[in-house]
Nanobody, 112 residues
Framework: QVQLVESGGGLVQAGGSLRLACATS????????IGWFRQAPGKEREFVAA????????YYGDPVKGRFTISRDNAKNTVYLQMNSLKPEDTAVYYC?????WGQGTQVTVSS
């Protein structure tokens, strides 16, 4: 069973930064690509970023390229999403995903 626990969301002004964390088990961390998705009110869930389990390759959705960075801490079985230069349109619930399993989500609100 894959369990994912997100943390780090909050309220920030435009131009600010936040770092999200997705903690999981060692088994999940070592076997699956872990991704971040987000869903804003009234919109479909969209891909944000992902990092592979084997070589740590990273992938980003176009809206966040150059502003967000995904990384992993092997000792803590945790994937991070560093979000810089935040915009109001980044406001959404952010979800962690692995092996088609979802965490509970963490709210990110960016004020203008």
């Amino acid at each position: 069973q894959v369990q994912l626990v997100e943390s780090g969301g909050g309220l920030v002004q435009a131009g600010g930064s936040l770092r999200l964390a997705c903690a999981t088990s060692a088994r999940t961390f070592s076997r699956y690509t872990i991704g971040w998705f987000r869903q804003a009110p009234g919109k479909e869930r969209e891909f944000v970023a992902a990092i592979t389990w084997n070589d740590g390759s990273t992938y980003y959705g176009d809206p966040v390229k150059g502003r967000f960075t995904i990384s992993r801490d092997n000792a803590k079985n945790t994937v991070y999403l560093q979000m810089n230069s935040l915009k109001p349109e980044d406001t959404a619930v952010y979800y962690c995903n692995a092996a088609q399993n979802w965490g509970q989500g963490t709210q990110v609100t960016v004020s203008s």
